[in-house]
């Protein structure tokens, strides 16, 4: 299974909680907001994990291909 991952830059304060647990899936703007690396990746715990961690759950994951919410517990 591959997630889309998304990062509501309106609610990103730039924390740095998804860059800190997934370096390589999360980096920071122009704007210190944070962005997926790629809006798709592999199902990965410290990808789970960085949404999970975000104060003000800017990041979104979904199933790639149906689109379903996935479980950040």
Same mark, same amino acid.
């Given at each position: 299974m591959s997630w889309r991952v998304r990062v509501d830059t309106g609610l990103c304060i730039g &924390?740095?909680?998804?860059v800190g647990t997934a370096p390589d899936r999360f980096a920071f703007d122009a704007d210190q907001h944070s962005r997926p690396v790629s809006e798709v990746t592999g199902e990965e715990? =410290?990808?789970r994990d960085a @949404? @999970? &961690?975000c104060p003000v759950e800017a990041i979104s994951l979904t199933d790639a291909e149906t689109g379903a919410p996935? =479980?950040?517990?």
């Open positions: &924390s740095g909680m998804c715990e =410290a990808v @949404a @999970a &961690s996935v =479980a950040l517990d």
